[in-house]
């Protein structure tokens, strides 16, 4: 018996191979047609979940922000100390493998498009910079921070400093590497801090050895 794949499924699949098609030809080249031959369809069944390709785009963003979110919730779980649980959420902003530089790359895209497209309504927010502000927000609410802070300029600052791994990482990806985005982000953090942390973590969790 063939699977029976729900609608909400379906709509995922075709955003995930606009996201694909995104990634090979830009957002110029993210026709109706093509996502829907990358999704193993027609063009005519892909208008059954989306009506227009606007309707696609915004699903695409937001499942892009879904995505994310969701790490975010797993990670603000964790019984982590509060800087090496505060440097995880702020990395899972950097693509440091491959699916966080997919989800980057289209969401520039996305965002580049839709900043000439004032006539789409229920676009996604960047919320990039708001959360490095609650990041910063805990940070100081469990008595982390330095005194005297300035916590809209620190977060200003470290938005550039995530924004701009971002970006090169994405335009850069040989001169990059996960561990070095990984120190940025720490080392920045630390910085704010009362006292820098012995101990930071790695890319995909681990615990980084101390540094003599």
């Not at 699949?13 to 606009?18: D, G, K, N, P």
Request: glycine letters at 6%; proline letters at 5%.
């Amino acid at each position: 018996m063939p699977k029976i794949v729900s609608h909400a499924e379906q709509r995922t699949r075709i955003a995930e191979a606009m996201w694909r098609v995104i990634l090979k030809s830009g957002m110029e080249g993210a026709t109706v047609r093509k996502i829907a031959a990358e999704a193993g369809m027609s063009a005519g069944a892909l208008r059954h979940y989306f009506k227009t390709q606007d309707d696609l785009l915004v699903y695409a963003m937001r499942l892009v922000n879904e995505r994310v979110e969701k790490r975010i919730r797993q990670l603000v779980s964790e019984p982590l100390p509060p800087v090496a649980k505060a440097v995880r959420l702020l990395l899972e902003l950097v693509p440091l493998d491959g699916e966080r530089r997919a989800e980057m790359d289209v969401w520039f895209s996305f965002m580049e498009y839709v900043r000439h497209r004032k006539d789409l309504s229920d676009v996604p927010e960047n919320r990039m910079h708001s959360f490095i502000r609650e990041v910063l927000g805990y940070l100081d609410r469990e008595g982390i921070l330095q005194e005297g802070l300035d916590l809209a300029l620190e977060a200003e600052r470290l938005y550039a400093v995530i924004d701009g791994l971002a970006v090169h990482a994405l335009l850069e990806p040989g001169r990059l590497r996960p561990e070095e985005m990984e120190r940025v982000v720490r080392t920045s953090v630390e910085r704010l801090c009362r006292s820098a942390a012995p101990q930071g973590t790695q890319p995909g969790g681990r615990q980084a050895p101390a540094r003599s």
